[in-house]
């Protein structure tokens, strides 16, 4: 990790000559989806790419391994403590991106930045008025809601974005969100994630899946024979995995063995073991808790379907702008059962790597169920297709195309 005090004299030079400075306060080893997107978008251009970011847990030993240089600012929650860490954390970090993009900019005069998510982009703003730079900003659904309730927050993300180069959303669903949200003439690009096999300790063959796979199965005592349905995700409401588990007592009376795993935690964790219980089902629905990511593999590979029924909640303070967890289960070709919503329909295709439903209708969900539960043949189908969908991907350096 290099520290402000050594940019001018302790440079580790990797790229011939990089000119463009990816900044953001989420970035990898430490595990988020925009870490993820982010990192992976680096991949694809390592010659070019100079990434500031905040320190986080093993960043030292991730950074040495990398193709490009990276820089990172002391995180608050270090010396502050958990609590005024938290607090003080988002001023903080505006501050030291800001301090440390100059000290890189008279390094590596870099043309161009690329901010990582909307998070203290007042910092890019008034990079934007004293750096000969051009900028994209990336939208990931969430971060634009978080600004939208304060009229002066408002107004400055709005300057933002109108002296942007281009605006990058990871899905059609966050683009037409900014849309309906600001009124705006700068270009704006959809480029979805994408799945990276290191992520889950998997080679691309996946030689070591059968394993995994048993391994996963003899953890919960299912067995071999058994439809195994998962989900992944934060255990929340607007996810519905009350829905998924509603139907297990309707699957096991038409004679399917199943089993339910749940990967993740939240607060409706023990609102979903109650309902389980009530429903004689909790031997068959297994809590795996937060299950990192290099673990995941084994998850994705025990199961035979991957199920997750979002319902869109308009005064919820997020939104799902792309549904990470579907694309991985494709890519491990498994077919999908997923609502007909919102970004879902990006990634799920109706009868192509899965089946869409209307969350709302019991009689949609639980067909559904039935139709892959019994038909091994359609199952491999829409696998075989997911793994193809899964691998198509738009290169981030399109964005340069005409500058």
């Excluded at 993820?36 to 680096?42: A, F, H, P, V």
């Excluded at 889950?200 to 030689?207: A, D, E, I, P, R």
């Excluded at 303070?317 to 919503?341: C, H, N, Q, W």
Aim: charged letters at 20%; aromatic letters at 12%; glycine letters at 6%.
């Amino acid at each position: 990790m290099e520290h402000i005090s050594q940019l001018t004299t302790n440079i580790r030079e990797k790229t011939s000559c990089p000119d463009i400075l990816v900044i953001s306060r989420l970035f990898l080893p430490k595990e988020a989806v925009i870490s993820e997107y982010l990192y992976n978008r680096c991949l694809q251009d390592p010659e070019r790419i100079i990434v500031l970011t905040a320190s986080c847990a093993g960043d030292k030993k991730f950074d040495e391994t990398q193709q490009f240089p990276i820089y990172r600012w002391p995180s608050s929650q270090y010396w502050l403590g958990g609590f005024w860490g938290n607090i003080l954390n988002p001023l903080i970090n505006l501050v030291w991106s800001f301090v440390f993009a100059i000290k890189l900019y008279f390094r590596y005069h870099y043309r161009y930045i690329e901010w990582g998510h909307t998070y203290e982009f007042p910092s890019l703003l008034l990079l934007s008025y004293l750096l000969p730079i051009r900028f994209f900003i990336y939208l990931h659904g969430h971060d634009i809601r978080t600004v939208l309730g304060n009229p002066v927050w408002r107004s400055l993300f709005k300057l933002t974005l109108s002296r942007a180069t281009g605006i990058v959303c990871n899905s059609a669903f966050t683009r037409d969100y900014l849309r309906n949200a600001f009124r705006l003439q700068t270009p704006t690009h959809v480029i979805h994630p994408v799945v990276r096999p290191e992520k889950f300790s998997v080679g691309t063959n996946h030689s070591n899946l059968d394993d995994l796979r048993m391994k996963v199965r003899q953890t919960y005592n299912i067995p071999p024979t058994a439809i195994v349905i998962l989900s992944v995700g934060q255990l929340v409401k607007h996810k519905s995995f009350e829905r998924v588990i509603e139907n297990l007592p309707l699957l096991l009376t038409i004679g399917i063995d199943v089993h339910y795993i749940l990967c993740g935690q939240g607060a409706c964790e023990s609102q979903l073991k109650t309902l389980a219980q009530r429903l004689r089902v909790d031997q068959r629905v297994h809590f795996a808790g937060q299950v990192p990511d290099n673990d995941l593999a084994g998850y994705y590979a025990a199961c035979d379907i991957f199920a997750m029924l979002t319902l869109h909640d308009p005064k919820a303070r997020f939104i799902d702008g792309f549904g990470v967890t579907y694309l991985e289960a494709s890519y491990f070709g498994k077919p999908v059962i997923a609502s007909r919503l919102g970004s879902v329909t990006e990634v799920v295709s109706h009868e192509e790597n899965g089946l869409l439903v209307n969350p709302k209708s019991g009689y949609e969900v639980f067909q559904a169920f039935k139709r892959l539960c019994q038909d091994q043949q359609l199952r491999e189908q829409l696998g075989r297709k997911g793994k193809e969908l899964a691998r198509r991907k738009t290169l981030h350096r399109m964005l340069y195309q005409e500058n």
